[in-house]
């Protein structure tokens, strides 16, 4: 048994473990946001926001969950489990080159948009979590590209 085969069987319960956990959270903060509308409140900018992101999170989670996900997961790990180091490192390093490509487009429209929303106080927080965010992916990216170059395990 490889090294990748025995993490095979402890990773699929973990991530349907964090999928329902993102269930839980994004249903929270949709069905939270909802009474709060009900009970005659206003969701502002920032609210929308969260609302739009937790309802993303909900369907996205929901969706890792159907039984067909959960199979092509499995598939995608048995067919990881029996490449090379190399063939690993190779795809691990293609992949951080897309999603630095990715994160690069990204980063620069929100650099624009943060720019020209500035001005607004209430949005600054927002602003400097998106701006943030997108930056330490790109970091983190960055870090397993530079990794899988040199030669380290991912």
Known sequence: MTPMEGNSRNLLPRLRLLSALGVIGGGTIVIGSLVAVL???SLGGPA???VALGAGLLMTSAYKLLP???QRR???IDVM???SFE????RANLRARRVIFVTLVLLAPEIVLA???WRNQEWQPEIVGMVGTTFLFLVVFLSVYVRTRVGRSV
């Open 39 to 41: 009970r005659g409140g």
């Open 48 to 50: 929308l926001v969260l």
């Open 68 to 70: 067909f996900q959960t």
């Open 74 to 76: 499995k598939q995608r």
């Open 81 to 83: 489990s029996r490449l």
């Open 87 to 90: 063939q690993r490192r190779d």
């Open 115 to 117: 720019f020209a929303l």
